[in-house]
């Protein structure tokens, strides 16, 4: 049978999954459903302890929970294609144009990541046999 702990285990890895996630990512849409995955794990973990104490006082919390996520997401989602629209972009820097005049820019000192380093990756056409180097030699 599944107890207690097992429940606030795989909360705690949601929420922590989640956390790990909206920290590393630069992409507005991913941070964002990172942030819905941190709000299930805390969700479940309400349900189970309801669930443990034999009160509807978790089911309660986790419905208002549920609510408030439902409506974030439309008003992020509005406000990601509003930003993308005008700036044909969804990363998270873009947020530094909507601070007031008198607030200074926070400035990323690292750069984007680059993980290809040739720009134009050739691959070979489907279906036919890619040359190896020995036999380049003897064409």
Not at 123 to 130: H, K, S, V, Y
Request: glycine fraction near 8%; charge should be negative; include cysteine.
């Amino acid at each position: 049978m599944i107890s207690l702990p097992h429940f606030l285990i795989v909360g705690a890895v949601l929420f922590g999954l989640g956390l790990v996630g909206f920290l590393t990512r630069r992409n507005l849409i991913t941070m964002f459903l990172c942030a819905e995955m941190m709000l299930q794990g805390v969700v479940l973990n309400f349900l189970a302890f309801g669930k443990y104490h034999g009160h509807l006082g978790g089911q309660i919390a986790a419905l208002f929970i549920i609510t408030v996520a439902a409506c974030e997401a439309g008003l992020a989602l509005a406000m990601f294609l509003a930003i993308y629209r005008r700036t044909k972009s969804l990363d998270s820097g873009v947020w530094q144009e909507l601070r007031e005049d008198r607030i200074p820019a926070t400035v990323d000192t690292d750069p984007l990541p680059t993980f290809l380093e040739d720009p134009d990756p050739v691959l070979t056409p489907a279906g036919a046999r890619p040359i190896r180097a020995e036999e380049e030699v003897r064409v």
